[in-house]
């Protein structure tokens, strides 16, 4: 079993949608949750970072981790086709080089 | 603007070969760092530095290797590169701060044939 699970998608909605990406992770240690946006041939950028259970809200970008059941989500609002892109969950125990990143989804949002 | 670049963008090589993938980084970071991505199993992590002269394995070294003259600079060698190689190659550093923010180069994409 993989530490960190994330569905590959790919996720296809309309423009102005409410999209939902998720992850499940395994190792109860973990505390940092990130999520990263990685653009086609570009690399991932940091779009939200969240430590501990509950949401964090930034824009039309709300995070949420639940601890107790070992699972983070990323909440698009009013999706716009810039929006698309493939996105990473990145779940640490504290260090850089314990980063643990799911596998992406890819998103693309119709206009 | 401070920025991290990768070189060469694309590289094709042979089975065999050793090859190197430059990272330069001007945020003047302690901590780099190299990942490869393939398909299905996200970013996996190769080798870190956390400063000049300091260098370290990562989930995924067998078959490459790194080392740290300067603060800027950590190249990543594929001493005798496989086709199982073959892949996207990103480069990232951060500073010592607890948010750990990596920020990414734009990737080199090599094919070993």
């Known amino acids: 079993q993989k530490e960190v699970e994330q569905d590959p998608g790919p996720l296809s909605v309309p423009e102005g949608a409410i999209v939902s990406l998720n992850c499940t992770y395994s190792n109860s240690a973990f505390q940092y949750f990130m999520w990263y946006r990685q653009y086609s041939r570009k690399g991932p950028e940091l779009l939200m970072y969240?430590?501990?259970?509950g949401n964090k809200e930034d824009g039309r970008f709300t995070a949420q981790v639940d601890k107790s059941s070992k699972y983070i989500s990323l909440f698009i609002r009013d999706s716009q086709p810039s929006d698309s892109a493939t996105y990473l969950c990145?779940?640490?125990?504290?260090?850089?080089?314990?980063?643990?990143f799911g596998s992406g989804t890819q998103l693309t949002v119709l206009p | 603007d401070a920025e991290i670049t990768q070189s060469p963008r694309h590289k094709i090589t042979e089975t065999g070969r050793q090859v190197t993938l430059a990272c330069h980084q001007t945020?003047?970071?302690?901590?780099m760092f190299w990942y490869r991505q393939d398909l299905g199993h996200g970013l996996r992590l190769i080798h870190y530095s956390y400063g000049v002269q300091d260098t370290n394995k990562g989930e995924v070294s067998d078959g490459y290797s790194v080392s740290r003259s300067n603060t800027e600079d950590l190249p990543l060698t594929l001493e005798s590169a496989a086709s199982s190689q073959t892949s996207v190659y990103f480069c990232?550093?951060?500073?010592?701060?607890?948010?750990?923010?990596?920020?990414f180069g734009s990737g080199t994409q090599l094919s070993v044939l």
């Open positions: 990232a550093s951060s500073g010592q701060g607890a948010n750990e923010k990596l920020f």
């Open positions: 969240t430590y501990s259970s």
């Open positions: 990145a779940i640490s125990s504290g260090s850089a080089r314990q980063l643990t």
């Open positions: 945020w003047n970071h302690n901590n």
